[in-house]
């Protein structure tokens, strides 16, 4: 069993990665939260928090999820004396053959006085026009057991905006855990992806551009002396095709041959009308920087609709239409 520290997560707000996990701020407005629900046995991380932490969308095992057990978060009642912390969460961790899976953690910690400390303070209230910032903390799923088992989801005090008191993050951060279990949760990078310099999973965005009326005019602004590129293609299942935001996995992908790099830019700079299609690729391509600076993505349909769409760093993006000589010019490196 491992032994480690707890972190927490910081992300800009807007741009954290769904389902980071339960905030556990608790109730706004200043008021003074009520007693936790006590649960008679504690089980396990999977089975109270099967969701707790989750980092990214994993193709579903065929497993069912257990539903989790979700009591009332709430102080600490003077007849419930915690002897352990359990938090549970999820981490990417190297595949036995290559890549990364997401486990799924349960921790657990006994000596935990300063926490409990913490766990009692008052939230902070606001005197007056307080400057907060846009970071949101992201504290681990955390319970309380006691010698009985029995166990309960503690409200995190706030400090003036919102956020856990520092103290109460010092001693989270502080806490020494013991890992008690895990479990692979699913493949988020297989090793054919991660050799090739690609992520597993990528959004078709021609698909979510067009279909939400964006972007302009064809006019693409793909430049002939861009330098090396990387391709990675995507299959799109038969349920992810035509829906909001297809997700496609990965098939083949690599540095892309600099022969072939010249006759993929000139095919995106042509200026031939976009045809009127709405029929969903099952296959796309994604060309990106190979050294992995910002630069324009460049997104193509290799069936379906056939269209392009180049997209800046510093956003929007312009439509173009490919053909089939540009899908073979894709083709496995």
Partial sequence: MRSGRIALAVALLGVALGGCGDTDIGPGGGDEPGPAQIVETWTSC?????????????PNTGAPTPAGVEPKIGRIDSAFTPVTAVLCGRELRPGPGGGRDQVATERRATQIAPLLAAL????????????????????????????????????LPTDTCG?????????????????????????????????????????????????????????????LAAGPLRLCVYQVPSAQQGSGKPAGDFVYGGPLPAARQAGVLRALANRRAVVDC?????????????????????????????????????GGGQLGQGDDALAALLGPV
């Fill in 163 to 223: 956020k856990p008191r520092p103290e109460l993050r010092t001693a989270l951060a502080e806490l020494s855990t013991t890992t008690v279990d895990t479990r692979v949760v699913g493949q988020v990078e297989g090793p054919a992806a991660e050799a090739a310099g690609c992520a597993q999973r990528w959004t078709d965005l021609v698909w979510v551009e067009t279909s939400n009326g964006r972007p302009g005019p064809p006019a693409p602004a793909t430049s």
């Fill in 278 to 314: 709405a029929t969903p690729a099952s296959r796309f391509a994604v060309l990106r920087p190979l050294d992995g600076t910002a630069g324009p993505d460049r997104y193509v349909e290799l069936d379906g609709c056939r269209r392009f769409l180049v997209t800046a760093s510093t």
């Fill in 120 to 155: 009692r303070l008052p939230d902070q209230e606001s005197a007056g026009d307080v400057a907060c910032t846009l970071d949101m903390i992201v504290p681990p799923w955390l319970a309380l057991l006691d010698e009985r088992g029995r166990w309960l989801r503690p409200y």
């Fill in 46 to 58: 999977a089975e109270a928090a099967p969701q707790a932490g989750a980092i990214l969308s994993v």
